[in-house]
């Protein structure tokens, strides 16, 4: 049973439009959410995260938005550069799930100049 | 600080062989996590060390197993490989692992091939 879904497989933008990648989990005991970018050939990266407490979280031009009502956790991102293009995970801890992350598929994300 | 450390990077293994996998974590940092990542199947956990300890373990059969070393050095080893088991392992450490908001620092990973 899959725990975290990222149900979209790759998403397209254009140069300095937002980016919008989502990532919906069932438990709710899971208490931390992170994402972390991956490019090929080398490991994930952290990004950003939220705790469970917040509903909105700011680094830059990323930011994090937690639904927790929904179960719905979302990435945006303003403007977006070509260099994001990348595989962004969502990571969630916490709750039963000690001393691990569990991650969604990853969204594979492809901004056009 | 240099960061994560696995080798090799690559292999190339055939069916029925075992393989062991290694990871230098951050200078300091006393938990490795290690995780396989399949092409459509994110990353999927395998098992947590701290201190020497095992303290988490994925839904992975027995072959798949690990150990960490004094010196927060931690290697995994795969039995009996299975062509399935053909994936990129990757390796994450951090000073008191993955709880609350510690953030992993993955390595590179290392890229097993099972012919």
């Known amino acids: 049973d899959q725990q975290v879904k990222q149900n979209s497989p790759s998403l397209s933008v254009q140069e300095g439009r937002i980016s919008i990648l989502n990532c919906d989990y069932t438990?709710?005991?899971?208490?931390?959410f992170l994402w972390y970018k991956k490019y090929p050939a080398e490991g994930p990266t952290f990004l950003i995260s939220?705790?469970?407490?917040?509903d909105k979280n700011e680094d830059g031009r990323f930011t994090v938005f937690l639904n927790k009502s929904a179960k719905h956790l979302s990435l945006h991102i303003v403007p977006s550069q070509p260099g994001d293009s990348a595989v962004y995970f969502c990571?969630?801890?916490?709750?039963?799930?000690?001393?691990?992350?569990?991650f969604g598929k990853g969204t594979l994300l492809t901004v056009n100049p | 600080k240099a960061g994560v450390t696995q080798t090799p990077r690559y292999l190339i293994k055939t069916r029925g062989q075992q393989v062991t996998l290694s990871c230098s974590p951050i200078?300091?940092?006393?938990?490795v996590s290690w995780y396989q990542q399949t092409p459509g199947q994110g990353l999927q956990f395998l098992f947590e060390?701290?201190?020497?300890?095992?303290?988490n373990k994925g839904n992975f059969p027995g072959r798949f197993s690990g150990r960490q070393f004094s010196n927060s050095r931690s290697e995994m080893n795969v039995s009996t490989l299975e062509l399935g088991d053909s994936a990129l392992y990757l390796c994450?450490?951090?000073?008191?692992?993955?709880?609350?908001?510690?953030?992993?620092?993955f390595g590179s990973g290392t890229q097993l091939s099972v012919l």
């Open positions: 994450a450490s951090s000073l008191s692992g993955p709880v609350t908001n510690e953030k992993l620092f």
């Open positions: 438990n709710s005991m899971f208490d931390y």
């Open positions: 939220i705790s469970s407490i917040k």
């Open positions: 990571a969630l801890t916490g709750g039963g799930s000690n001393y691990k992350l569990t």
């Open positions: 200078s300091g940092h006393r938990s």
């Open positions: 060390y701290f201190s020497e300890t095992q303290r």
